[in-house]
């Protein structure tokens, strides 16, 4: 994953966050695995012709 710019790396950041604060059973690992998943995911949809 190549995160375009610092404004993207911070919401990335934010997410992962979110979702360890959400679930206190979550490990940073599997938070970033997921955050990075969905980035992906979008990118991916915004690049369809």
Do not use: F, H
């Amino acid at each position: 994953m190549v995160v375009g710019n610092t404004r993207e790396c911070m919401e990335l950041t934010q997410a992962a966050c979110t979702l360890l604060a959400r679930d206190r059973n979550m490990s940073l690992e599997d938070a970033v695995k997921d955050v990075c998943q969905v980035y992906n995911y979008i990118s991916e949809l915004t690049q369809l012709p």
